[in-house]
């Protein structure tokens, strides 16, 4: 089975069965699953999307808004819905979607959907929205099978059956004792196997991973990723068992933590969405612009100070914006990997050291390779060996700073407390620009004039 891509047809296809009555609306829709419905919500106007979701059964609904991206805005589809069609939806919902979907709201909005909804979901959405977003806490679904550490099989047996009527899906079993304290895991297959007269305690797994409600949300996919986990509990100071944590949650987090970084490296604010506006853009984007603006300045300035050299060796302007261009993109070579580095583990001093010594090589070997090239261009094409000599010193000496600073910079920052995927793109295009033009400027001033 392919992934869903939205297609002309597709998008036709709604829009004329938009046109007619609720039935020939409602049989077009069977051939998509919600979360291709989701997709194509990304095309249609806000009333389209109304209309879609009062066509649909809640149960179906409420999948089609949970699959919405953030861009798409699903708090807004929620709240121009009738209050009862809205109700149904947000009790159909598991507890950290529709948390996640509120808290989008104002607070009056919040209170609204959450005073027409069983108070026992409301209590459990009003828990999670005290979590920050970005946190274990956060992330975590309340919705958990647990059983006491004192039950035999049979009776472990009845409480995960009555505990799973609520729930889709489940992995794990959380094993507590009478003060909800979490013991460990157990896993159904084990229960089904053991003896008749088996204790939950004699089964259970007490050494697990779990994770605490403030822990940021890149940790704990992190810890999934390590110990090749579906899920993961979350506990508070007192062990006492708060949630689950489920690979599927894990997936979107890395989704956009990868996007967050992409976006940070290229001078972009995480707050600018992917499918925003062009003023959002612009907003977003000015600032570092200018920031970098400031920065041209500063490789300009350079030139300025080597004014005779231009006038006297005029071929040198040429090379020079070659030797800086391949310097940049060395150091945006050297920086992506560190970055990604970073974000996968923290690098101990030696691992770090270790980075920035490969870099260098990396640097070395690369900047002597294209330095032979450039040297050969002017041999030939100018014929002129003292040239080529100045350049491939540049190219060299450009290539070898562009790795270490691609390298370091982003560790020094993290070091000190700074995301390296905010600032280091600003300072290392600032270092090779700068570093690309003096060398070769100096070298020419100092060897051929």
């Known amino acids: 089975m392919q992934s869903f891509e939205i297609d002309k047809t597709d998008l036709l296809r709604i829009k004329t069965a938009l046109e007619g009555d609720d039935a020939e609306l409602q049989d077009v829709l069977k051939d998509y699953h919600a979360s291709e419905i989701a997709i194509l919500f990304e095309k249609l106007p806000q009333e389209a999307k109304e209309r879609i979701i009062n066509t649909l059964s809640t149960e179906i609904a409420s999948e089609v808004i949970s699959e919405m991206t953030e861009e798409s805005h699903p708090e807004d589809l929620l709240?121009?819905?009738?209050?009862?069609?809205?109700?149904?939806?947000?009790?159909?919902?598991?507890?950290?979607v529709a948390t996640?979907?509120?808290?989008?709201?104002?607070?009056?909005?919040?209170?609204?959907?959450?005073?027409?909804?069983?108070?026992?979901?409301?209590?459990?959405?009003?828990?999670?929205?005290?979590?920050?977003?970005?946190?274990?806490?956060?992330?975590?679904?309340s919705?958990?099978?647990?059983?006491?550490?004192?039950?035999?099989?049979?009776?472990?047996?009845?409480?995960?059956?009555?505990?799973?009527?609520?729930?889709?899906?489940?992995?794990?079993?959380?094993?507590?004792?009478?003060?909800?304290?979490l013991q460990g895991i157990v896993s159904i297959k084990d229960i089904i196997k053991a003896r008749g007269e088996a204790k939950v305690r004699d089964l259970v797994q007490p050494?697990?991973?779990?994770?605490?409600?403030?822990?940021?949300?890149?940790?704990?996919?992190?810890?999934?990723?390590?110990?090749?986990?579906?899920?993961?509990?979350?506990?508070?100071?007192?062990?006492?068992?708060?949630?689950?944590?489920?690979?599927?949650?894990?997936?979107?987090?890395?989704?956009a933590e990868n996007t967050e970084d992409i976006l940070k490296?290229?001078?972009?604010?995480?707050?600018?969405?992917?499918?925003?506006?062009?003023?959002?853009?612009?907003?977003?984007?000015?600032?570092?612009?200018?920031?970098n603006l400031g920065t041209a300045f500063l490789a300009a300035s350079i030139i300025r100070n080597f004014d005779s050299t231009v006038k006297n060796l005029a071929i040198i302007s040429a090379y020079m914006t070659i030797i800086a261009g391949m310097g940049g993109n060395t150091a945006?070579?050297?920086?992506?990997?560190?970055?990604?580095?970073?974000?996968?583990?923290?690098?101990?001093?030696?691992?770090?050291?270790?980075?920035?010594?490969?870099?260098?090589?990396?640097?070395l070997i690369n900047g002597a390779a294209n330095g032979v090239i450039v040297f050969?261009?002017?041999?030939?094409?100018?014929?002129?060996?003292?040239?080529?000599?100045?350049?491939?010193?540049?190219?060299?000496?450009?290539l070898v700073i562009a790795g270490i600073t691609g390298a370091s910079i982003p560790l020094i920052l993290k070091r000190v407390g700074i995301d390296p995927a905010v600032a280091s793109s600003i300072i290392i295009t600032t270092f090779t620009d700068c570093i690309g033009f003096f060398l070769p400027l100096w070298l020419a001033s100092k060897l051929l004039l």
């Open 332 to 363: 945006t070579q050297a920086l992506a990997v560190t970055v990604r580095r970073i974000s996968l583990s923290d690098l101990s001093d030696r691992q770090a050291y270790n980075t920035v010594i490969k870099e260098f090589l990396v640097g």
């Open 207 to 255: 050494d697990f991973v779990y994770v605490k409600a403030e822990l940021d949300q890149e940790e704990v996919a992190k810890l999934i990723s390590q110990y090749n986990l579906t899920t993961i509990p979350v506990v508070d100071d007192h062990m006492k068992l708060l949630g689950r944590i489920t690979v599927d949650d894990i997936i979107d987090v890395m989704e």
């Open 100 to 141: 996640d979907i509120i808290s989008q709201l104002d607070e009056q909005d919040q209170h609204e959907i959450l005073q027409d909804i069983d108070q026992e979901d409301a209590t459990s959405i009003r828990a999670l929205l005290n979590y920050d977003e970005d946190t274990a806490g956060g992330l975590m679904n």
């Open 143 to 181: 919705q958990v099978i647990c059983v006491n550490i004192n039950l035999d099989k049979k009776a472990a047996l009845d409480e995960i059956i009555r505990q799973s009527e609520e729930m889709e899906e489940f992995y794990t079993i959380y094993v507590v004792d009478d003060h909800k304290t």
């Open 376 to 398: 050969a261009v002017a041999y030939f094409y100018d014929a002129n060996p003292m040239l080529g000599l100045v350049l491939f010193l540049a190219m060299t000496g450009n």
């Open 79 to 96: 709240i121009s819905l009738h209050p009862e069609k809205r109700s149904d939806i947000v009790e159909e919902m598991d507890y950290d």
């Open 265 to 291: 490296i290229s001078g972009v604010s995480e707050d600018e969405e992917l499918s925003g506006n062009w003023q959002d853009a612009v907003k977003s984007r000015l600032p570092w612009l200018v920031i």
